[in-house]
T-cell receptor, first 113, second 113 residues
């Protein structure tokens, strides 16, 4: 039973446009959400996070939106760059900080020039 | 931030043998974890590595198959024992402090023949 779902295995976007990656969760105890980016042959690197007390968090080109009632979060990348091409993992945690993370299966983003 | 060194980066092993993966963190961290990513799947938590005591395993993972050591705050090992082709995965070490994001090593790509 997947508690964190990324229903799009892949996404293709043109350079300069917006990339929107989606994530749904089922566990209402989750209160801390993170996005990680992973390049081939490298470990995941932290991108951005949001706690359940907020509905939006921005960091440069990256914005994460949280809709608690829908149990849905999304990552917006504007403008998208070819270097953003990677696999993006959504992760969720219950309790403070990270405790133990539950990951989605990831979405492969390809940004073409 | 924390830099996590993990080795080996990849290995090809024969069925029935064991492989030990090492993880070194460049700063003292409270928590260390081991994850597995099977092909096309999400990152799955194997266990929490506890300093000086037995690791805490997640459902579906047992100490006999995945013995873990953590002799100090900055070092841990994961052994994949009596390997079978089903153990072919990426194994990832992660570390962090409470209420902070997790950092990941670059992973160990394991192929079992």
């Amino acid at each position: 039973d997947q508690q964190v779902k990324q229903n799009s295995p892949s996404l293709s976007v043109q350079e300069g446009r917006i990339s929107i990656l989606n994530c749904d969760y089922t566990n209402s105890m989750f209160d801390y959400f993170l996005w990680y980016k992973k390049y081939p042959a490298e470990g995941p690197t932290f991108l951005i996070s949001i706690s359940s007390i907020k509905d939006k968090n921005e960091d440069g080109r990256f914005t994460v939106f949280l809709n608690k009632s829908a149990k849905h979060l999304s990552l917006h990348i504007v403008p998208s760059q070819p270097g953003d091409s990677a696999v993006y993992f959504c992760a969720a945690s219950g309790g403070s900080g990270y405790s133990t993370l539950t990951f989605g299966k990831g979405t492969m983003l390809l940004v073409s020039p | 931030s924390a830099v996590i060194s993990q080795k080996p980066s990849r290995d090809i092993c024969q069925r029935g043998t064991s492989l030990t993966i090492q993880c070194q963190v460049d700063s003292q961290v409270t928590m260390m974890f081991w994850y597995r990513q099977q092909p096309g799947q999400s990152l799955t938590l194997i266990a929490t590595a506890n300093q000086g005591s037995e690791a805490t395993y997640e459902s579906g993972f047992v100490i006999d198959k995945f013995p873990i050591s953590r002799p100090n705050l900055t070092f841990s090992t994961l052994t994949v024992s009596n390997m079978s082709p089903e153990d072919s995965s990426i194994y990832l070490c992660s570390a962090g402090r409470p209420n902070e994001k997790l950092f990941f090593g670059s992973g160990t790509q394991l192929s079992v023949l």
